[in-house]
């Protein structure tokens, strides 16, 4: 079995190793225009000679799942998400769950000196981690690490903001400060 291919989207075309013989096609790949292509998001899989991307299920949260949400509403000591992503399989239209982001789970230091509007807005992109199981379909989750927090936002301008520190993010068409609680970009390494 051979597991050296990057996750595809629908539509993507599979790329094959070099010198690899023409697989038959399984499950989620199909042929257009002489290359293979994705009906599945997944990883491709080669079993044999066939080449399938399995169907990957979507599971609810669990403590300690990553998920991704929408910020849909703020108060003065919590953020509501919207989850529509759990460990990086997103969930069926319809599905999503409830997220509730507590002052004392925004950042690990100063928890005490916390203020939920300097740190998310409504319509923000959140990556954060699953504490525990709230009531009925609602989990408490945190971006109490660096590589979790505001992941996308977007200005008053209506700009896509750069993280510009940990608590900063800059409009690139005014040039304007706003405050949230950024995730660190997977990309970065480790300081």
């Known amino acids: 079995m051979l597991s050296a291919f ?12 070099a010198r690899a013989p023409a697989p038959q096609k399984g499950t989620g790949v ?9 009906s599945l998001f997944g990883t491709p899989r080669l079993e044999g000679t066939t080449l399938s991307i399995p169907r990957v299920q979507p599971h609810p949260p669990a403590p300690g799942s990553i998920v991704i949400g929408l ?3 703020l108060s003065p000591l919590q953020a509501l998400l919207s989850i529509t992503v759990v460990d990086d399989i997103p969930l069926p239209v319809g599905e999503e769950f409830t997220g509730v982001i507590r002052t004392q ?20 992109v959140v990556r954060s981690q699953v504490i525990s199981l709230g009531d009925a379909r609602s989990y408490f989750v945190t971006t109490a690490r660096n590589d979790l927090g505001v992941i996308f936002a977007t200005s008053e301008a209506g700009a ?18 706003e405050k949230r ?11």
């Open 30 to 38: 199909y042929e257009r225009d002489g290359q293979l292509r994705a």
């Open 160 to 177: 896509t903001l750069e993280p510009v520190s940990w608590q900063e993010m800059r409009c690139p068409k005014t040039g304007n400060i």
């Open 71 to 73: 910020v849909t509403r």
């Open 105 to 124: 789970d925004v950042r690990a230091t100063e928890k005490d000196r916390v203020k939920v509007g300097d740190c998310f807005r409504g319509g923000d």
């Open 181 to 191: 609680k950024c995730a660190k970009p997977l990309e970065l390494p480790s300081s």
């Open 6 to 17: 990057p996750v595809v989207l629908p539509g993507q075309s599979v790329v094959l190793p």
